[in-house]
């Protein structure tokens, strides 16, 4: 599992994008939340992801809110 902060979120089109640990951005779509809505989400909130290839580059999948300690 990747970890990282949702950096961007387009409401009106149901996707945003992940900054991971990495640095690199990461493009999810509300398809890929796992226990989540897409419109509770808030840029800065940390989640947890797995990472698939795409036709336009990595695509966050399985993407779940981080367990607060």
């Not at 149901?14 to 999810?28: A, E, K, P, Q």
């Not at 290839?53 to 399985?62: E, F, H, L, Q, V």
Request: hydrophobic share 35%.
């Amino acid at each position: 599992m990747h970890k990282g902060k949702i950096k961007k979120i387009i409401s009106d089109r149901g996707f945003g994008f992940i900054s991971d640990t990495d640095g690199r951005d990461v493009f999810f779509h509300q398809g890929g939340l796992v226990g989540v809505n897409f419109n509770d989400l808030t840029v800065d909130q940390e989640v947890e992801f797995e990472v698939e290839k795409s036709d336009k580059g990595p695509r966050a999948i399985n993407v779940s809110l981080c367990a607060k300690e």
